[in-house]
């Protein structure tokens, strides 16, 4: 299982009302992997992560998904907004909720659940939080509390659209971290969408880059001696 295939695009083309976003795309991804995708603004980013959820169908092509995907077992940490910021539960509450697709029929959530969740807590180092407000936690708590409660859905992947947007430079530096520890300590495989690559770098593996008319995908090393890595390195000076 360790190089299993976890998600595979098979000449996709993504798009809304029959006009592609993107078109043509080849890649997969396995358990263990750490990609991340970039790319200038519109250029078909969370197109792309829509197809990966199972939340847009691909105009062309397949996307395939290991059995173990199918029902929803994806961890997915997206873009916050003001309105999520300030939504009136305990960290407890927003952390157990990552369980929702587990649920089924029942109507509370089992022994096994919460366990989940108070260890998927632990984890991140935010179990003495459990009992406060999520709302008046800091930009980094929060991020640390919607990482535990993709956690309590992930088997196997997890999938983040600019995770570090509106932290701190600290507080980004431990989401990574903490990325980085699941990642290689646990075997869960990583996707993220950042405009942070120079950070992302330091961990990541694979790089997939998203251009308007191109795409570059290959190892981190690979991407740096890359048109678009130097690109990129020369806007970042």
Do not use: W
């Not at 078909?44 to 197809?51: P, Q, V």
């Not at 459990?130 to 309590?152: H, P, T």
């Not at 659209?161 to 932290?167: K, S, V, Y």
């Amino acid at each position: 299982m360790e190089n299993a295939e976890l998600l595979a695009c098979r000449d996709v083309s993504l798009g809304y009302e029959g006009q592609s976003v993107l078109s043509h795309l080849n890649f997969s991804i396995r358990a263990g992997d750490y990609l991340c995708i970039v790319g200038d603004n519109g250029s078909g980013k969370s197109t792309l992560l829509r197809g990966l959820l199972g939340l847009l169908s691909p105009l062309s092509g397949e996307i395939l998904r290991a059995p173990e995907l199918r029902q929803g077992a994806i961890g997915y940490l997206p873009q916050q907004t003001r309105a999520q910021r300030d939504f009136p539960a305990t960290v407890y509450e927003v952390v157990l909720s990552g369980c929702l697709n587990q649920k089924g029929v029942r109507f509370f959530y089992s022994a096994a659940q919460k366990s989940a969740a108070l260890m998927n807590m632990g984890k991140l180092g935010i179990l003495e939080l459990k009992d406060e407000s999520y709302r008046d936690l800091s930009g980094g708590q929060q991020q640390r509390v919607l990482l535990a409660r993709a956690l309590c859905a992930a088997k196997r992947l997890l999938i983040l659209d600019e995770p570090i947007t509106g932290l701190d430079p600290a507080a980004a530096q431990d989401l990574y971290k903490t990325l980085a520890y699941l990642n290689q300590k646990e075997g869960m495989a990583v996707v993220m969408v950042t405009h942070d690559l120079k950070a992302a770098l330091q961990s990541t593996r694979t790089v997939l880059h998203i251009g308007r008319d191109n795409y570059f995908l290959g190892t981190a090393a690979e991407f740096l001696v890359s048109p678009q890595g130097r690109r990129f390195q020369e806007e970042s000076i």
